[in-house]
């Protein structure tokens, strides 16, 4: 798989190239690098890769002026923006003009390996649904997670640090198809069903339940952050978690059980 790195930074051009070199992964991979989007334009058209891993802001061209441009030469080039920006707009812009996945620098190797991996997937499978027509049974075999399969996995896993990245993996689909996908199944975006979720099984906690309101929270996925899950609670209920205690008279009957 031929795979073209674009990043105005050599040395960070080289160490991605080294990540794809320790990837464990089905997959050789063939990389070429280039550092600005002339460069770029000018490898992508020769080798015409089936992967390209760009930063967004560089001298002399945005990185999402490539995007476009490749995008439509072939959609079925897997697209990944790179940034150190965590914007709503890069973000819009990058899926607007094609890109499949955005990924925020640092560049974290595990999370990298997933992103490519999932994409290199995804590409295969296109790939081969355009050579063959053996799009529908291979997807519906690599999509195991489906909307519903996310929902619950929320409910068995509260307690767990959960992302909507982690979800759109699991579904085998891009960052941006996750988001309108739940968006249209439950009414919330991830980030606020999420949220949502969390605050009403606290509640069920602080009802049925003698834990203290640390254990509690720990529960409902703020281990770390306890202080944090009183000002989410207070601005989700009106209350603060002790106050929501009181009013409801909670803290004697056993927890109910996960899941």
């Not at 991996?117 to 296109?126: S, V």
């Not at 975006?189 to 999420?194: A, C, D, K, M, P």
């Not at 640390?214 to 000002?231: E, I, L, T, W």
Request: aromatic share 12%; charged share 25%; proline share 4%.
């Amino acid at each position: 798989m031929k795979v073209l790195i674009v990043d105005d930074e050599q040395i960070i051009c080289e160490s991605i190239k080294a990540d794809f070199g320790r990837m464990d992964h089905p997959w050789a991979y063939q990389v070429f690098t280039a550092q600005s989007v002339t460069a770029a334009q000018e490898i992508y058209y020769r080798e015409e890769p089936d992967f390209v891993v760009t930063d967004i802001n560089m001298p002399g061209g945005s990185g999402l002026i490539l995007v476009s441009e490749i995008h439509k030469h072939n959609p079925g080039c897997a697209i990944l923006v790179l940034s150190a920006y965590d914007d709503f707009e890069y973000v819009r812009n990058a899926f607007t003009m094609g890109a499949w996945d955005y990924i925020l620098k640092p560049l974290a190797f595990s999370e990298f390996e997933n992103c490519v991996r999932r994409l290199a997937e995804k590409a295969a499978i296109e790939n081969d649904a355009a050579g063959q027509g053996q799009n529908a049974g291979y997807v519906e075999k690599k999509a195991v997670f489906g909307i519903e399969d996310v929902v619950q996995y929320i409910s068995q896993h509260v307690g767990e640090k959960l992302s909507a990245s982690e979800m759109a993996r699991k579904m085998a689909v891009s960052y941006s198809g996750f988001g309108k996908l739940f968006r249209e199944h439950t009414g919330k975006s991830f980030s606020s069903y999420l949220l949502w979720y969390r605050m009403e099984r606290a509640k069920e906690y602080l009802e049925n339940s003698p834990m203290k309101i640390k254990q509690v929270a720990s529960k409902v996925g703020y281990r770390d952050n306890p202080q944090h899950f009183s000002r989410d609670f207070t601005r989700q209920a009106g209350v603060t978690p002790k106050e929501y205690r009181a009013r409801r008279g909670g803290g004697c009957a056993p927890p109910k059980q996960e899941g």
